[in-house]
């Protein structure tokens, strides 16, 4: 009997601050827009996807998002496949970051407030991961949270090979641009 | 915390139910939500089709179940030149008029694509439409790939006094393959129907082409065809055979070869060729293939 009337009284206690958070301070996207710019000698070319998957959890300091390589399109089908090869996307599909804000970012009270963050974390793809501070802005919608942030990526730093032949071949340093707009999880 | 954690077994026992009921509750609300990590990771296509079964949407002189993307343009120019038994006098066989076939074909959507194409020989202008019916996915839920394949041929010859109707011909093709790991077969049964054949030939011809295709590495394959007539043949045609090897530049695709037959459209081929591979009646030739996005 003594334990139950303990577990109740800090139930009692701790209970209603558990659930009395006002505002959602976790926001998810399954559609949000990622594209890279590539570049090849006196050309560049860019391939997008609408497949950004994520989640900012601001009250437990998470950040992970991750995008299905195949979802990747440039306009050209037959390069499309080629670069699936090169990211050999059959056995890492994904390209992904895990990580969590610097420094948590302050309460985005209006509609029109934006705050610029930074986030550190881990980022993986053809399944080696790198350490990565990315900066971003992440700007309060009626909708939810819309967060921009462009970022470079090297490729040999995680053992992909730029395709090419001799001296035409695509850049290692890939230029990518990331914007995603995250409902609140109910 | 303290207290419910380094309770033992025996003082679990003696609690009664809903003191466990409690326990849980309390377990539940107080975890921290950081417990929760990674989303899971799901594909956005659960069952993707298989890539490239082939090079190009033409192996050498028959049609592959590859189709032209939506909104792409692949154009393509394809040679053909003399025997190469003809020796060094005609530089085997590149001294020998050539026959040439330039072509146009763009993907409405991921099925359907529509060309137009133009051979040196005999002038034919052919328009065309592919279909792909089945895409092999890489879990086997769908073995195989098919596609089908019409053409309209129209010889546009001139002075010999052939009404419009009469330079026509048809032609179609259902097209079977299947990717086995670097290995890629098809089987594609077709058919020709010539409206005003030349002298003594059949109008209708039917055909089984086997394609093959081995992909040495990314870059490389090597592939094989051959285009065997099922009944009724053109007096003194052969099957034609051809051996090639696909190069992938990234931009291009070129194909070099050796083919017993000098005609690029199935069904001239199969009207048409007249050597025999294996008796060393073969030319070399070569495709070269671009795609472009529109």
Known sequence: ????????????????????????????????????????????????????????????????????????????????????????????????????????????????????????????????????????????????????????????EHNIIPPGIFFYRVDEIQKINLEALLKPID | ???????????????????????????????????????????????????????????????????????????????????????????????????????????????????????SFNKVVDLRSQYTILDQTISGSTPVSISIKGSIGIKTLSGLGYSFSDRLSYFGSLMVSRKINRLSLQFAPMISYFNQPFLGNKQVLKGLGIVGSYEINNRLALSGEYLSILGDRNPDTKNAMSIGLNIDTGGHIFQLFLSSTQWHSESFIMANNKDTFWKGDFRFGFNIHRFFGL
């Open chain 2, 1 to 119: 915390m303290n207290h419910i954690i380094y309770m033992n077994s025996n003082d679990l026992k003696r609690l009664s139910v809903l003191q466990r009921h409690l326990i849980i509750l309390f377990i539940i609300i107080l975890v921290p939500s950081t417990l929760v990590a990674q989303l899971k990771r799901e594909r956005a296509n659960k069952d993707p089709k298989i890539e490239r079964t082939f090079f190009a949407p033409t192996n050498i002189g028959i049609s592959t179940t590859e189709n032209v993307d939506r909104h792409n343009l692949k154009s393509s120019i394809k040679h053909t030149f003399g025997l190469v038994s003809s020796g060094i006098d005609q530089f085997f066989g590149l001294d020998n008029g050539s026959n040439t076939k330039l072509s146009i074909d763009y993907g409405i959507n991921d099925r359907i694509s529509v060309g137009i194409g133009r051979m």
């Open chain 1, 1 to 156: 009997m003594m334990v139950t009337k303990t577990l109740v009284i800090i139930l009692l206690l701790v209970g209603p601050q558990v659930h009395s958070q006002p505002d959602s301070v976790a926001y998810y996207t399954e559609s949000g827009y990622v594209e890279f710019v590539s570049s090849v000698p006196m050309h560049s070319f860019t391939g997008e996807s609408k497949n950004l998957t994520g989640i900012i959890d601001i009250d437990s300091n998470i950040i992970d998002f991750y995008v299905d390589l195949k979802t990747f399109k440039t306009g050209i089908g037959k390069r499309d496949r080629d670069m699936y090869q090169t990211l050999n996307v059959e056995d890492h599909p994904f390209a992904e970051f895990t990580g969590s804000f610097v420094s948590l970012p302050p309460p985005l009270t209006s509609l029109i407030d934006s705050v610029e963050v930074s986030v550190t974390g881990d980022f993986t793809i053809n399944n080696v991961s790198k350490e990565k501070t990315i900066e971003g802005l992440l700007i309060r919608k009626k909708e939810g949270l819309k967060l921009l942030c462009e970022f470079e990526l090297n490729l040999n």
